[in-house]
C-alpha cells in the first residue's frame, strides 16, 4: 500500500485530536468528578494503610455538605497554597501540585461543641463520640497551643482528626478546616487488590 503525503497528514492529525480529546476528558474527570490518590503516611490507621490506592469523589459535595465520619482530602490551612494560576490548576486536576494534601476523618462539624480529652476520647456536646474505626485509645497530650477544644464550630468549618490519633498531624495541631480547603471524599479503595471495596465506613457519622 502506497503512503502518501495526505494518508500521513491525516493520521497526525487523527493521533493529534484524539490525544487531545483524552487530554480534555482526563482534565474534566479529575476537576469535577473524582481522582485518585494514594496514602503516604499512617495516621489514618487501620482504616487505610500506607501505599493504599483511593479514589476521591468530588460530586457530592456540590449538592450536600459534608459529614461526620466522612473521610477527606484536603489542603491543611496552615499552608500557604500556590496563587498562581498554574498552582490553582494542578490543584484542581490532582496532578503535578506542589501543595500537599492530607487525609483526615471529619470528627466536628458545623454547630457542634467539640473537647478532646487524652486516654478517654472526643466529646461532642458533652456526649462521648463512639469511633470503633480508632486504632488505639489515645494516650496523647493536650497543651495550651493545641486545639483540644471545648470549640464551637461554626458554619463552613470542620474539625478532623487521624484514626491513628498517636500519629497525625491534624486540627488539634492547627484548628478548624475551612471548606473550602476540601477537595473530596475517599469512597472506594482500588489498590492493593486484597483490600478493594468501599472505604467510608457509613453510619459512623451519627454515633454520639
Known sequence: MKITKEKVKFFIRETVETVVTVLVLVILIRSFIGEPRWIPSSSMEDTLQIGDNLIIEKVSYRFSKPKRGDIIVFYPPNRSLDPTVWGKFTRMIGFFSKDEAYIKRIIGIPGDEIGVVPG????INDRLLKEPYK???FEGVCTEVMYCGP???PEGSYFVLGDNRNDSTDSRYWGLLPGDR??????FRFWPVFRIGIINNPGYENRI
Open 151 to 153: 470549640l464551637e464550630i
Open 120 to 123: 478517654k476520647g472526643v466529646y
Open 135 to 137: 486504632k488505639d485509645v
Open 182 to 187: 476540601i477537595v473530596g471524599k475517599a469512597v
